[in-house]
């Protein structure tokens, strides 16, 4: 499991941030991020979580194995079926690193609104 930081890096710090990357990479899988989404709603056994998928137990495992090393979700084992939980906390990280960007995407927005405006009020009107 990668612990969390309770400092984050400037994005583009030459220093990696082993948090943001292993929560992006885990994020970068859709199966997993499928197998996230289904954890919001609760606990899950891995059977549950490899049932959408038709993939064996063993497969599951190391998509969840991803999971964990990325702190997203935690494993309990009762004998042996293992309950899946959802731990949101390392999701904290990757939406701070996006939300340096939001004001770029906010200028953009508003270049863009204004461009449609302009464009509209440029229009004869029928």
């Known amino acids: 499991m990668v612990a969390h930081r309770s400092r984050l890096q400037a994005p583009g710090a030459a220093d990696a941030d082993p948090v943001l990357d292993a929560v992006f990479g885990a994020l970068a899988d859709p199966t997993r991020r499928a197998m996230l989404h289904r954890l919001g709603a609760g606990t899950r056994t ?6 959408p998928f038709a993939m064996s137990l063993a497969a599951a495992s190391k998509h969840i194995r991803v999971l964990e090393r990325a702190g997203l979700v935690r494993r309990e084992i009762d004998g042996r079926t293992h309950r899946v939980r ?3 906390l390392p999701l904290h990280a990757g939406v701070e690193w996006l939300r340096h960007y939001e004001h770029f995407w906010n200028a953009r927005l508003n ?3 204004a461009l449609l405006e302009t464009e509209d009020s440029a229009s004869p009107r029928r």
């Open 111 to 113: 270049a863009l609104a």
């Open 46 to 51: 891995v059977g549950e979580l490899a049932q």
């Open 86 to 88: 959802l731990d949101p």
